[in-house]
């Protein structure tokens, strides 16, 4: 029978591989989890836009339209409000101060925050209610971060 101990090491050892591939940072378990999350996110947007690129170079006789796909927007709801997480496959100067503003319209209060433009755009961060304000729900909060992208100034 496995131990305690040997199942606690066995885990350790497979997060520290988890955290290798998917080049985290983060030393606790939540946090190399959720960067692996967000690791697995970005691929899958990057395989769609590789295959819908693929589509269109094998297609350029017809009439697909060849856009480029929306952002990729999730929202969660954790413990101290939501987990935002947003992922453009363009870097977008401009887009976190507009993405902030509409926390800041909402009444959200950002508590945590990464956030790359190195090629692309990423943001993960958790947002709480301000203390007074009105309930507010998952999907208005993605809306709004939506409607943040959409009419950015650079877009």
Do not use: W
Request: aromatic share 4%.
């Amino acid at each position: 029978m496995v131990s305690k101990e040997q199942k606690r090491a066995s885990l350790h050892e497979k997060l520290q591989i988890l955290r290798t591939l998917t080049h985290s940072q983060a030393a606790n378990k939540r946090s190399i989890i959720a960067d692996a999350s967000t690791y697995i996110k970005d691929l899958k947007q990057k395989i769609s836009k590789l295959n819908q690129e693929i589509a269109c170079t094998q297609n350029t006789t017809s009439t697909t339209l060849c856009e480029e796909p929306s952002p990729l927007v999730s929202v969660e709801v954790v413990e101290k409000g939501f987990l935002i997480s947003v992922f453009t496959d363009k870097n977008s100067p401009g887009l976190l101060a507009s993405i902030l503003e509409a926390f800041d319209v909402l009444g959200l209060t950002v508590l945590e925050a990464r956030a790359s433009c190195a090629g692309s755009f990423r943001l993960q961060a958790v947002g709480g209610e301000d203390e007074g304000e009105e309930v507010i729900d998952a999907q208005a909060v993605e809306q709004a971060v939506m409607q943040a992208i959409r009419s950015y100034p650079g877009n």
